[in-house]
């Protein structure tokens, strides 16, 4: 199993969440930054748990502050190539960050990603469709909606560009996250926890991963293990793993 999106800079402490991971079969987790903080936090835990930890790197749109754009670009620039994606980055409409700041930002981070090459990991919170239509444009080949929750009709033109969408958790109780993963075909759809998100009042880890395992599997009316091979070989293709 594939932990596709984790915060794991955002855990202490580590060791024991790790193990858990390990103990129920997740063979990698794809720990994602926000800033040039938790971007160097995640790569550090990368180095630190080689062949299970693979990092991204991002500038989550909570995250930005004008006097700040700068430094977190250039860090990004610097150091993308080391990672396997691009991410968490995109927009985000329940933020106070201004939308043309946040689409200023967000062009220039998928400028980045087509540079060298990697696959981006969008955050698209009330910003479905401009979120969508910003990385058709810039010609992005790979790119995953982490936690759709949007529209079918955006839906189908994610679909149709090739993209993925992920789901949590939060299958177990949101309808418009249960819709999106019933309507997607499975060989578009990631798992994550987005840990250490608190999903009705448990905080997540990474080995809640089966929890969307088994509330992704009941929705599509499969078998777990279909469902872990599936999604698992969806991750692989995406991220290079």
């Excluded at 024991?16 to 794809?30: D, E, L, N």
């Excluded at 835990?45 to 990092?55: D, K, Q, S, T």
């Excluded at 790119?143 to 759709?148: M, Y």
Aim: with cysteine; hydrophobic share 40%; aromatic share 8%.
């Amino acid at each position: 199993m594939i932990d596709t999106h984790a915060h794991l800079n955002e855990i202490e402490p580590i060791e024991p969440v790790i193990s858990r991971a390990k103990k129920i079969g997740i063979s990698a987790i794809v720990a994602v930054g926000m800033d040039v903080d938790s971007n160097q936090a995640t790569l550090a835990l990368a180095n630190r748990f080689p062949e299970l930890v693979y990092p991204a790197i991002g500038y989550h749109p909570w995250s930005i502050t004008a006097e700040k754009i700068e430094e977190n670009l250039r860090f990004i620039d610097d150091n993308l190539a080391t990672c396997i994606a691009l991410g968490e980055v995109g927009l985000d409409y329940k933020t106070k960050v201004k939308k043309p700041v946040q689409w200023d930002v967000f062009s220039r981070l998928l400028s980045l990603a087509k540079r060298y090459h990697r696959p981006v990991i969008v955050h698209s919170r009330f910003s479905h469709q401009r979120s969508h239509q910003m990385v058709a444009d810039e010609g992005i080949e790979q790119a995953v909606f982490h936690w759709f929750s949007g529209p079918p009709e955006i839906l189908e033109k994610i679909i149709a560009d090739g993209y993925y969408i992920s789901a949590t958790p939060a299958l177990s109780y949101s309808p418009p996250h249960q819709a999106a993963m019933r309507a997607a075909p499975i060989e578009k759809i990631l798992v994550e926890t987005d840990s250490p998100v608190e999903y009705q009042g448990k905080i997540s880890e990474p080995a809640d991963l089966t929890i969307t395992l088994r509330e992704l599997s009941h929705i599509k009316g499969r078998d777990i293990e279909e469902v872990r091979r599936i999604t698992t070989s969806n991750a692989k293709r995406l991220f290079g793993i």
